[in-house]
């Protein structure tokens, strides 16, 4: 393939994206749902224009890592410690509930099958899918409608990064189950590993940036010397560690949230993810759509697959957000924050091709749920937001 094609495709998905984000705004809905739909018309379920690439997806990939880093730079790091403990029973109880339910759901639509089976295995397996909550959309949304750093929106944020950390723990011991060379132990003993290594480094990081910064204040080598932080947080994460990259480019913006060029960081930051790197990130989910192998049986499973991951994520979130004390109308937007499922789910997924624990025909169903939930979360958070009749960041859990 000529390298100068990735250029066009490049210049359709911006303009798709574009334009499709204009609509959606002017019919009052979150810009993402915009791009989304923009990716699925121009891939390959309806025009063709654009078909999934490696280099689109290393760029969709760069685009998530710097949405995640941007929101960590936004984060208020003493109401994230505030929101914490609470965000860790909200995630617990959004992996359980997804998990169990999921794969009785498998069960009853393929039959009961003995514990210890390759088919118990694989109904696990969908309920493990089922657990991964993909933070980016939502974050994106609450961006949008201005409420990402009110107390819900840290909550939604925090618990999310549990959720995702505890999903991948789930997977291994999953995967350690059938496969006797897996060791769900050294993954658990990784990831308490990366976040002891993120305190120490991310202390003196912080350190180090503080004196640059008031050096130099408001010079674009501060933002430069971020952004490599950001890639060499997320490398080391997922290279070293075993952890998602998201996770460690949201950590790294964590530790500069408090320094004093924080929000000119992340101005410079956000430029680079609007103009290019967000819109094909976004618009690459609906590039990863293909139905043209779907059967009567396939989309049937595929419908109930979609309404048991929405639903046991909000009954599951939500109804342990209510007795952490959140407001009925708080705690239903924080288990329809957390509905979202993206790049985790599409991790999980391929890691279970690559095991025989899912099979390929059932890729489609797991797409459906990241597009479906894509567009509606941010439609729903939309609707419940614009019900308050106070500002959200002032309310009291």
Not at 12 to 36: C, H, M, S, T, W
Not at 317 to 340: E, P, Q, Y
Not at 351 to 372: A, C, H, M, N, R
Request: net charge neutral; glycine share 10%.
């Amino acid at each position: 393939m000529e390298s100068y094609l990735v250029l066009k495709d490049l210049a359709i998905i911006v303009i798709a994206a574009k334009v499709f984000g204009i609509v959606a705004r002017k019919l009052k809905a979150p810009q993402v749902v915009g791009e989304i739909i923009a990716g699925l018309i121009i891939g390959p379920s309806v025009l063709g224009f654009v078909e999934q690439t490696d280099f689109l997806l290393q760029m969709a990939e760069i685009g998530v890592i710097l949405l995640m880093f941007s929101a960590g730079l936004e984060t208020d790091l003493k109401e994230l410690l505030k929101t914490g403990p609470l965000a860790t029973l909200i995630a617990c109880a959004g992996v359980f509930i997804p998990l169990a339910v999921g794969a009785l759901y498998y069960m009853l639509y393929y039959g009961m099958s003995p514990w210890g089976s390759d088919e118990f295995y694989k109904a696990v397996f969908m309920g493990a899918i089922m657990t991964a909550t993909s933070v980016s959309i939502t974050v994106q949304s609450l961006k949008e409608m201005g409420k990402l750093k009110g107390k819900i929106g840290t909550t939604i944020l925090s618990a999310a990064i549990i959720d995702d950390i505890i999903g991948i723990i789930v997977l291994t011991f999953v995967i350690g189950f059938k496969n006797p060379d897996s060791n769900p132990g050294t993954v658990i003993m990784n990831t308490v590993l990366f976040f002891v290594l993120a305190v120490g480094v991310g202390f003196i990081s912080y350190k180090i940036f503080k004196i640059v910064d008031k050096r130099y204040p408001h010079t674009r080598r501060i933002p430069i010397a971020a952004l490599a932080y950001c890639f060499a947080m997320a490398y080391i994460a997922e290279r070293y560690f075993g952890i998602a990259d998201i996770t460690g480019a949201y950590v790294a913006g964590i530790i500069l949230c408090s320094v004093d060029d924080c929000t000119y960081i992340e101005r410079k930051v956000d430029i680079n993810s609007y103009m290019l790197f967000g819109p094909v990130f976004f618009a690459s989910i609906g590039l990863k759509t293909n139905i043209d192998n779907i059967n009567g049986s396939i989309l049937l499973f595929s419908v109930g697959f979609v309404i048991v991951a929405l639903l046991t994520k909000i009954i599951g979130c939500g109804i342990m957000a209510r007795l952490c004390k959140f407001k009925g109308h708080d705690a239903l937007k924080i288990g329809v924050g957390m509905m979202t499922r993206g790049e985790v789910a599409l991790i999980i997924s391929q890691k279970g091709l690559s095991v025989g624990l899912l099979e390929p025909v059932y890729f489609t169903s797991v797409i459906l749920l990241i597009i479906f939930s894509s567009i509606a979360t941010p439609i729903i958070l939309k609707f419940l937001y614009s019900k308050d009749k106070e500002p959200e960041e002032i309310q009291t859990a």
